[in-house]
T-cell receptor, first 117, second 116 residues
Protein backbone atom coordinates (compact mmCIF):
# COMPACT_ATOMS: atom_id res chain seq x y z
CA UNK A 1 0.00 0.00 0.00
CA UNK A 2 1.08 3.53 -0.67
CA UNK A 3 1.25 6.33 1.89
CA UNK A 4 1.58 10.06 1.32
CA UNK A 5 2.72 12.44 4.06
CA UNK A 6 2.48 16.21 4.17
CA UNK A 7 4.30 17.46 7.25
CA UNK A 8 3.15 21.09 7.11
CA UNK A 9 -0.47 21.48 8.23
CA UNK A 10 -0.40 25.24 7.57
CA UNK A 11 1.78 27.66 5.68
CA UNK A 12 1.60 31.36 4.96
CA UNK A 13 3.37 33.56 2.45
CA UNK A 14 3.32 37.20 1.47
CA UNK A 15 1.83 38.07 -1.86
CA UNK A 16 4.43 37.97 -4.69
CA UNK A 17 6.83 35.84 -2.69
CA UNK A 18 7.75 32.17 -3.11
CA UNK A 19 6.63 29.26 -0.96
CA UNK A 20 7.48 25.56 -0.99
CA UNK A 21 5.13 22.82 0.21
CA UNK A 22 6.61 19.48 1.21
CA UNK A 23 5.45 15.95 0.44
CA UNK A 24 6.98 12.54 0.98
CA UNK A 25 5.59 9.20 -0.07
CA UNK A 26 6.25 5.53 0.38
CA UNK A 27 5.77 2.91 -2.30
CA UNK A 28 7.30 -0.24 -3.73
CA UNK A 29 6.07 0.63 -7.22
CA UNK A 30 8.56 1.74 -9.85
CA UNK A 31 6.11 3.34 -12.26
CA UNK A 32 3.66 5.88 -10.93
CA UNK A 33 2.37 9.44 -11.05
CA UNK A 34 2.52 12.17 -8.46
CA UNK A 35 0.16 15.13 -8.29
CA UNK A 36 -0.53 18.34 -6.49
CA UNK A 37 -4.20 19.30 -6.17
CA UNK A 38 -5.63 22.58 -4.96
CA UNK A 39 -8.92 22.63 -3.06
CA UNK A 40 -10.48 26.09 -2.59
CA UNK A 41 -13.53 26.65 -0.36
CA UNK A 42 -15.73 25.55 -3.27
CA UNK A 43 -14.44 22.02 -2.42
CA UNK A 44 -13.70 21.05 -6.01
CA UNK A 45 -10.29 19.45 -6.45
CA UNK A 46 -8.27 21.28 -9.09
CA UNK A 47 -5.20 19.65 -10.62
CA UNK A 48 -2.21 21.96 -10.25
CA UNK A 49 0.64 19.86 -11.61
CA UNK A 50 1.59 16.23 -12.25
CA UNK A 51 4.84 14.31 -12.55
CA UNK A 52 5.51 10.93 -14.15
CA UNK A 53 7.97 8.96 -12.06
CA UNK A 54 9.98 7.80 -15.08
CA UNK A 55 10.75 11.40 -16.08
CA UNK A 56 13.81 12.92 -14.46
CA UNK A 57 12.88 16.43 -15.50
CA UNK A 58 10.82 18.32 -12.95
CA UNK A 59 7.37 19.38 -14.11
CA UNK A 60 6.54 23.06 -14.46
CA UNK A 61 3.20 24.82 -15.00
CA UNK A 62 3.52 28.60 -15.13
CA UNK A 63 4.17 29.74 -11.53
CA UNK A 64 4.08 26.17 -10.19
CA UNK A 65 7.01 23.78 -10.26
CA UNK A 66 8.01 20.62 -8.45
CA UNK A 67 11.21 19.21 -7.03
CA UNK A 68 10.93 15.46 -7.58
CA UNK A 69 13.55 13.37 -5.80
CA UNK A 70 12.69 9.75 -6.66
CA UNK A 71 15.36 8.11 -4.53
CA UNK A 72 14.35 10.15 -1.51
CA UNK A 73 10.63 9.71 -2.35
CA UNK A 74 10.13 13.43 -2.05
CA UNK A 75 7.84 15.63 -4.15
CA UNK A 76 7.70 19.30 -3.14
CA UNK A 77 5.67 22.07 -4.78
CA UNK A 78 7.09 25.54 -5.31
CA UNK A 79 4.72 28.43 -5.94
CA UNK A 80 6.43 31.52 -7.29
CA UNK A 81 4.98 35.04 -7.29
CA UNK A 82 2.21 33.95 -4.89
CA UNK A 83 -1.20 35.45 -5.54
CA UNK A 84 -4.19 35.90 -3.23
CA UNK A 85 -6.08 33.38 -5.34
CA UNK A 86 -3.56 30.70 -4.39
CA UNK A 87 -5.05 30.61 -0.89
CA UNK A 88 -6.45 27.08 -0.53
CA UNK A 89 -5.78 23.57 0.75
CA UNK A 90 -3.09 21.77 -1.22
CA UNK A 91 -2.98 17.99 -1.43
CA UNK A 92 -0.16 15.81 -2.63
CA UNK A 93 -1.36 12.57 -4.23
CA UNK A 94 0.03 9.30 -5.60
CA UNK A 95 -1.26 7.04 -8.36
CA UNK A 96 0.08 3.70 -9.60
CA UNK A 97 0.56 3.43 -13.34
CA UNK A 98 -1.92 1.12 -15.07
CA UNK A 99 -2.67 1.45 -18.76
CA UNK A 100 -5.73 -0.79 -18.66
CA UNK A 101 -8.03 0.99 -16.26
CA UNK A 102 -8.52 4.12 -14.25
CA UNK A 103 -6.56 4.19 -11.04
CA UNK A 104 -7.16 5.40 -7.52
CA UNK A 105 -5.45 8.40 -5.99
CA UNK A 106 -3.93 8.19 -2.53
CA UNK A 107 -3.90 11.62 -0.89
CA UNK A 108 -1.80 13.19 1.80
CA UNK A 109 -3.36 15.04 4.72
CA UNK A 110 -3.09 18.44 3.09
CA UNK A 111 -1.41 21.80 3.71
CA UNK A 112 -3.47 24.91 4.23
CA UNK A 113 -1.81 27.80 2.41
CA UNK A 114 -2.68 31.39 3.13
CA UNK A 115 -1.37 34.16 0.92
CA UNK A 116 -1.27 37.47 2.77
CA UNK A 117 -1.60 40.84 1.05
CA UNK B 1 -17.54 19.97 -21.60
CA UNK B 2 -19.80 19.56 -18.59
CA UNK B 3 -18.05 18.59 -15.38
CA UNK B 4 -18.87 15.98 -12.75
CA UNK B 5 -22.25 16.80 -11.22
CA UNK B 6 -23.13 15.98 -7.63
CA UNK B 7 -26.22 16.55 -5.54
CA UNK B 8 -27.23 17.63 -3.04
CA UNK B 9 -24.56 20.14 -2.16
CA UNK B 10 -25.38 20.04 1.54
CA UNK B 11 -27.27 17.58 3.70
CA UNK B 12 -28.03 17.64 7.41
CA UNK B 13 -29.50 14.56 9.07
CA UNK B 14 -29.78 13.05 12.51
CA UNK B 15 -27.84 9.97 13.49
CA UNK B 16 -29.47 6.66 12.55
CA UNK B 17 -31.23 8.29 9.58
CA UNK B 18 -30.54 7.33 5.98
CA UNK B 19 -29.07 9.51 3.25
CA UNK B 20 -28.21 9.16 -0.43
CA UNK B 21 -25.87 11.10 -2.68
CA UNK B 22 -25.96 11.25 -6.44
CA UNK B 23 -23.16 11.63 -8.99
CA UNK B 24 -23.26 12.10 -12.75
CA UNK B 25 -19.78 11.71 -14.24
CA UNK B 26 -18.44 13.33 -17.37
CA UNK B 27 -19.99 11.77 -20.46
CA UNK B 28 -18.02 8.77 -21.67
CA UNK B 29 -16.01 8.32 -18.48
CA UNK B 30 -16.08 4.64 -17.61
CA UNK B 31 -14.33 4.92 -14.25
CA UNK B 32 -16.08 6.51 -11.29
CA UNK B 33 -14.83 7.01 -7.74
CA UNK B 34 -16.40 7.98 -4.43
CA UNK B 35 -14.10 9.60 -1.88
CA UNK B 36 -14.81 10.54 1.74
CA UNK B 37 -13.08 13.68 3.04
CA UNK B 38 -13.32 14.24 6.77
CA UNK B 39 -12.67 17.81 7.89
CA UNK B 40 -8.95 18.55 8.04
CA UNK B 41 -7.95 15.38 6.21
CA UNK B 42 -7.22 14.28 2.68
CA UNK B 43 -9.83 12.38 0.68
CA UNK B 44 -10.01 8.63 1.21
CA UNK B 45 -11.27 6.27 -1.49
CA UNK B 46 -14.50 4.48 -0.62
CA UNK B 47 -15.26 2.71 -3.88
CA UNK B 48 -14.14 2.59 -7.52
CA UNK B 49 -16.36 1.49 -10.42
CA UNK B 50 -15.31 0.49 -13.92
CA UNK B 51 -18.53 0.83 -15.94
CA UNK B 52 -21.09 -0.87 -13.67
CA UNK B 53 -18.61 -3.22 -11.98
CA UNK B 54 -16.79 -2.65 -8.70
CA UNK B 55 -13.00 -2.47 -8.98
CA UNK B 56 -12.15 -1.66 -5.36
CA UNK B 57 -14.43 -1.33 -2.34
CA UNK B 58 -11.96 -2.46 0.29
CA UNK B 59 -12.38 0.73 2.36
CA UNK B 60 -16.17 0.94 2.13
CA UNK B 61 -17.86 0.24 5.50
CA UNK B 62 -20.25 -2.28 4.02
CA UNK B 63 -22.37 -2.64 7.15
CA UNK B 64 -23.77 0.84 6.55
CA UNK B 65 -22.53 2.12 3.20
CA UNK B 66 -23.64 0.94 -0.22
CA UNK B 67 -23.06 2.22 -3.73
CA UNK B 68 -24.36 1.33 -7.15
CA UNK B 69 -23.84 2.29 -10.75
CA UNK B 70 -26.51 0.24 -12.45
CA UNK B 71 -26.20 1.45 -16.04
CA UNK B 72 -22.56 2.36 -15.92
CA UNK B 73 -23.29 6.09 -15.88
CA UNK B 74 -24.85 7.73 -12.80
CA UNK B 75 -23.99 6.49 -9.35
CA UNK B 76 -25.57 6.72 -5.92
CA UNK B 77 -23.89 6.34 -2.55
CA UNK B 78 -26.10 5.51 0.43
CA UNK B 79 -25.52 5.51 4.16
CA UNK B 80 -27.95 3.61 6.36
CA UNK B 81 -27.95 4.20 9.29
CA UNK B 82 -25.71 7.26 9.59
CA UNK B 83 -23.32 7.78 12.47
CA UNK B 84 -21.79 10.99 13.80
CA UNK B 85 -18.40 10.01 12.35
CA UNK B 86 -19.88 9.94 8.85
CA UNK B 87 -19.91 13.74 8.84
CA UNK B 88 -17.67 14.59 5.90
CA UNK B 89 -17.58 15.80 2.32
CA UNK B 90 -18.32 13.06 -0.19
CA UNK B 91 -16.50 13.66 -3.46
CA UNK B 92 -17.22 11.95 -6.74
CA UNK B 93 -14.62 11.77 -9.50
CA UNK B 94 -14.45 10.22 -12.95
CA UNK B 95 -11.88 9.42 -15.59
CA UNK B 96 -11.59 7.85 -19.00
CA UNK B 97 -9.35 4.78 -18.96
CA UNK B 98 -7.33 5.43 -22.07
CA UNK B 99 -3.60 5.32 -22.15
CA UNK B 100 -3.34 9.04 -22.71
CA UNK B 101 -5.66 10.25 -20.01
CA UNK B 102 -6.36 7.63 -17.42
CA UNK B 103 -4.31 9.34 -14.76
CA UNK B 104 -6.34 12.55 -14.81
CA UNK B 105 -9.32 12.51 -12.47
CA UNK B 106 -12.10 15.07 -12.73
CA UNK B 107 -13.78 15.91 -9.44
CA UNK B 108 -17.22 17.21 -8.57
CA UNK B 109 -17.84 19.82 -5.88
CA UNK B 110 -18.92 17.22 -3.38
CA UNK B 111 -21.78 16.80 -0.92
CA UNK B 112 -21.17 18.06 2.60
CA UNK B 113 -22.91 15.80 5.10
CA UNK B 114 -23.51 16.80 8.70
CA UNK B 115 -24.80 14.13 11.06
CA UNK B 116 -26.25 15.54 14.28
Amino acid sequence: AQTVTQSQPEMSVQEAETVTLSCTYDTSESNYYLFWYKQPPSRQMILVIRQEAYKQQNATENRFSVNFQKAAKSFSLKISDSQLGDTAMYFCAFMKHNVNAGNMLTFGGGTRLMVKP
Amino acid sequence: EAGVAQSPRYKIIEKRQSVAFWCNPISGHATLYWYQQILGQGPKLLIQFQNNGVVDDSQLPKDRFSAERLKGVDSTLKIQPAKLEDSAVYLCASTSPTVATNEKLFFGSGTQLSVL
